[in-house]
């Protein structure tokens, strides 16, 4: 499956954005569906992620309660990103993959991504 990420901008603190992963090829089904974000000077890190397969939901703690990452029929998923914060600021990425639970924040559980969208946040 091909992932294309979109949605990115550049918002005030405070704002919004909604991210989008679209898949092409096939459909998310049988996958989890993930969203990752780095920032310059540090390693790529778990955001959130949906499994499709019994509609799991997991986020970091940093984001907790502001974002929220859903699914849109078979084959696109977004990341809601409420109350930004400039520490949010970061390229966003898309990936899937078949993690289990106790993988599912590890970069190295997902082998398919897309390519990044960047979101700018101004304090």
């Known amino acids: 499956v091909q992932l294309q990420a979109s949605g990115g901008g550049l918002v005030q603190a405070g704002g919004s954005l909604r991210l989008s992963c679209a898949a092409s090829?096939?459909?998310?089904?049988?996958?989890?569906v993930a969203w990752f974000r780095q920032s310059p000077g540090t390693e790529r890190e778990f955001v959130a992620s949906?499994?499709?397969?019994?509609?799991?939901t997991y986020y970091a703690d940093s984001v907790k309660g502001r974002f929220h990452i859903s699914r849109a029929g078979t084959n696109m998923v977004y990341l809601q990103m409420n109350s930004l914060k400039p520490e949010d600021t970061a390229v966003y990425y898309c990936?899937?993959?078949?993690?289990?639970?106790?993988?599912?924040?590890?970069?190295?559980?997902?082998?398919?991504w897309g390519q990044g969208t960047e979101v700018t946040v101004s304090s």
């Open positions: 090829g096939r459909t998310f089904s049988g996958y989890t």
């Open positions: 990936a899937t993959g078949q993690p289990i639970t106790s993988t599912t924040r590890l970069r190295q559980a997902y082998n398919n």
């Open positions: 949906f499994r499709v397969l019994g509609g799991n």
